[in-house]
Nanobody, 118 residues
Framework: QVQLVESGGGLVQPGGSLRLSCAASGITFNRYHMGWYRQAPGKQRELVATITSVGSTNYVDSVKGRFTISRDNAKNTVYLQMNSLKPEDTAVYYC????????????WGQGTQVTVSS
């Protein structure tokens, strides 16, 4: 079975940091592009960051310079390092995997809550 298991979410003060992890199983990890999405209450799901199978990264403008996506293919894990967190970063964060040649193979994690509040 394909599983994307996220960890690292929680409550943090503005200006703080969190590191999210997404451990994948049941897929050939190095054949998948990976991404992090987020969804705040009442808002559309937003693509936050992507990393391709060969390590190229992209970010939504609102997180550039603050967030870093990375992957460790030996551990089948993708990370999102989040620094200088703002209240507007509060959302459920989801891990996503898309096969490079068969994008119909598209999987999601369960989501992990990130709350940035004083």
């Amino acid at each position: 079975q394909v599983q994307l298991v996220e960890s690292g979410g929680g409550l943090v003060q503005p200006g703080g940091s969190l590191r999210l992890s997404c451990a994948a199983s049941g897929i050939t990890f190095n054949r998948y592009h990976m991404g992090w999405y987020r969804q705040a209450p009442g808002k559309q799901r937003e693509l936050v960051a992507t990393i391709t199978s060969v390590g190229s990264t992209n970010y939504v403008d609102s997180v550039k310079g603050r967030f870093t996506i990375s992957r460790d293919n030996a551990k089948n894990t993708v990370y999102l390092q989040m620094n200088s967190l703002k209240p507007e970063d509060t959302a459920v964060y989801y891990c996503n995997a898309v096969h490079v040649l068969a994008p119909r193979l598209n999987y999601w994690g369960q989501g992990t809550q990130v709350t940035v509040s004083s």
